[in-house]
């Protein structure tokens, strides 16, 4: 069976992005290395899984890098995965999903959709960002594996990434990068 996993960058304090948002916060700890674990991250997956705020985000953002000559050769695979793979659209108030290449909205039943998804062949589905489609899986227990990116920065005020969730985890891995930022493995229990 397929695992749904979520890959999230979190602050030291436990937040996934500023009260507004903000993701300024983890942008100066970004290296090669980091990016080279999340193209291979992304290697292992082959379906997208995103909130529609996320979406929108990544669907402004991603077609355009393809035509980026000044992108380092690790974004440039990373721009074709996200751009070839298919993304769902996880969204009450979409009515169809954006002209970003294979892009749909998932069944309304978000539940059904993830259950199915995970039973048909393939790689991991991914989730990146997307707080609370997160938040919802999470307490729907459908995600099977937590890949969080913490960043050795403390912000005081934002989104936190479990807000009033109680889980149990275990530790499967975790990588060090030179920047201080650990990727940290969980899985549930």
């Not at 992108?71 to 751009?83: F, I, K």
């Amino acid at each position: 069976m397929r695992k749904l996993v979520v890959s999230m960058n979190v602050t030291l304090d436990g937040f996934m992005s500023g009260p507004k948002g903000e993701l300024d916060w983890h942008i100066p700890y970004w290296n090669e290395d980091m990016a080279k674990a999340t193209s291979s991250q992304l290697g292992n997956a082959d379906n997208i899984l995103l909130g529609r705020i996320t979406f929108e985000a990544m669907a402004a953002y991603w077609p355009n890098q393809l035509c980026n000559d000044q992108m380092p050769r690790e974004d440039v695979d990373y721009a074709h995965m996200m751009n070839n793979y298919e993304k769902i659209v996880a969204s009450k108030t979409m009515l169809r999903a954006a002209n970003w290449q294979n892009s749909r909205l998932a069944n309304r039943n978000i539940a059904k959709e993830i259950t199915t998804l995970k039973q048909l062949p393939g790689k991991d589905i991914i989730i990146y960002g997307s707080g609370k489609l997160v938040a919802s899986l999470t307490k729907l227990n459908l995600i099977d594996e937590y890949r969080l990116w913490v960043h050795p920065v403390a912000i005081k005020k934002g989104r936190p990434l479990f807000k009033g969730l109680y889980k149990n985890f275990k530790l499967s891995y975790k990588t060090e990068f030179s920047t201080g930022v650990v990727l940290m493995c969980y899985k549930t229990l």
